[in-house]
């Protein structure tokens, strides 16, 4: 799958990875749930990071529709509400 980091590029990702993503995912959800801005951030950073520690870059002259869009990593609060399905930001959460 082709994952978008919103200021950054795409990374293709296997879907068998997301799972790895999920707990991120949720610690992420409940520190904004709780107003927590240091959590936020800091889970925030660790899920961008751990995307490109299992991703591989797609070529920046490549442009492929992406299947999940992720926030930047200086998105606020409201951004990534704004981005926020049932399932929270990663798809199986």
């Known amino acids: 799958m082709i994952v978008r980091i919103m ?3 795409q990374v293709t990702l296997a879907e068998s990875r997301l799972a790895e993503l ?3 995912d949720e610690e992420l959800l409940a520190e ?3 107003g927590d801005g240091p959590g936020f951030r800091a ?4 899920l961008l990071d751990k995307v ?3 991703g591989e870059p797609v070529p920046e002259d490549s442009l492929e529709p992406s299947d ?3 926030p930047s990593p ?5 951004e ?3 981005l926020l399905t049932d399932d929270g930001l990663i798809p199986g959460t």
């Not at 889970?43 to 660790?46: D, E, I, P, R």
């Not at 200086?74 to 409201?78: G, K």
């Open 7 to 9: 200021g950054e590029g």
């Open 22 to 24: 999920n707990k991120l």
């Open 32 to 34: 904004m749930e709780n």
């Open 43 to 46: 889970t925030l950073k660790a």
């Open 52 to 54: 490109h520690e299992l």
């Open 68 to 70: 999940l869009i992720l």
């Open 74 to 78: 200086d998105a606020t609060l409201e």
């Open 80 to 82: 990534v509400r704004d």
